[in-house]
């Protein structure tokens, strides 16, 4: 079974395979007259608060007693581009560039709805029906590929070594998806017992400052529901709920963004879900839309918004990481 690439490392448990990244050439520069190490950073685009420590191992033995940097040395820049592959997200999408590891202090695990023998719900578009969690294993696939690119540390919790990140509007039905490397049981109880035991046994194996898990699902109500993207959270979590606030705010702006005579309407509920009592992380279920709604199945069979919610949803991470670091 494949498993998502974290970052520069090999890592071997059960049957995940986890990849390597490539030896990475960092450039060199000397500093400017009365330049310290601090703004030199800054001057290559590089938050000193995150990246010093690495500019001060990479460079050992080139600064003076107080720390300070040598007006003729060359200091090694750290480097923030590289590229990894990831076959779990299909041979169109393997190639992952690294641009700037903004997340890479986040553990982020992700949780598609359903799937193996269970289809979850099921709409009909034409003369196709539509399977949840095909379409919330392609967003989440999509989500996953987004944060791995800001240097996250990545699981997914169902997997598909079939099927990779696709384009088209209908998306095939089938059983292949499994709970990493384990058959997906037919039994709900059982189901969800066992991807919550993945998602507590990657959280004690890779726990990092910021550790969050998301569970991604679509709705189905009557025909004629339309629903905006909702957010549920465990009611004694006070980081789920601000997780959840965080996330319907980005959906909010993004929508007065692109579409500002829309509106939002989504949702923040506190909900008694298994997924949300049983994970230990900070838990955030998240409810895409009605599968049975003509409107809301537009933003699920174009694959353009498949990836605008996948985009969405990493912004709104992206903006909880920074508002927990900005609480220390």
């Not at 890592?11 to 990244?21: D, K, P, T």
């Not at 001057?43 to 990479?58: Q, T």
């Not at 289809?119 to 399977?131: E, F, K, R, S, V």
């Amino acid at each position: 079974m494949r498993g998502l690439i974290i970052l520069s490392y090999i890592f071997l448990c059960g049957c995940l395979s986890w990849g390597q990244a490539p030896p990475v050439t960092n450039q060199l520069a000397s500093p400017q007259k009365g330049e310290g190490a601090w703004s030199f950073l800054a001057r290559h685009d590089l938050d000193p608060k995150e990246f010093m420590e690495e500019f001060r191992d990479l460079n050992k033995g080139k600064f003076d007693n107080n720390g300070g940097l040598f007006l003729h040395e060359m200091y090694a820049i750290p480097a923030t581009s590289y590229t990894l592959t990831e076959p779990l997200f299909g041979k169109d999408y393997e190639l992952v560039e690294i641009d700037n590891p903004t997340l890479k202090n986040a553990t982020i695990i992700l949780v598609a709805g359903h799937g193996g023998p269970d289809p979850g719900a099921i709409g009909h578009y034409g003369q196709n029906d539509l399977y949840e969690d095909e379409y919330a294993y392609d967003i989440t696939l999509r989500l996953a590929r987004n944060l791995m690119s800001k240097g996250a540390d990545v699981h997914m919790v169902i997997q598909d070594e079939k099927n990779g990140i696709r384009n088209a509007s209908h998306l095939i039905p089938d059983k292949t998806e499994t709970c990493l490397d384990l058959p997906i049981p037919l039994e709900q109880i059982d189901r969800l017992k066992q991807r919550a035991k993945a998602v507590n046994q990657i959280a004690r194996d890779h726990k990092k400052k910021y550790t969050r898990c998301v569970v991604i699902h679509l709705d189905s109500r009557s025909q004629k529901k339309q629903l905006d993207v909702f957010f549920y959270h465990h009611k004694r979590s006070k980081n789920g709920r601000e997780m959840a606030e965080t996330m319907r705010e980005r959906f909010r702006n993004n929508y007065a963004k692109h579409q500002p005579l829309r509106g939002f309407s989504g949702t923040v509920t506190d909900r008694n879900l298994y997924m949300l009592r049983k994970t230990n992380p900070v838990t955030l279920f998240v409810e895409l839309g009605n599968i049975r709604n003509f409107r809301d199945q537009q933003r699920f069979i174009m694959e353009n918004n498949r990836q605008a919610l996948a985009n969405w949803l990493s912004e709104g991470i992206i903006d909880d990481f920074n508002n927990s670091n900005n609480k220390k």
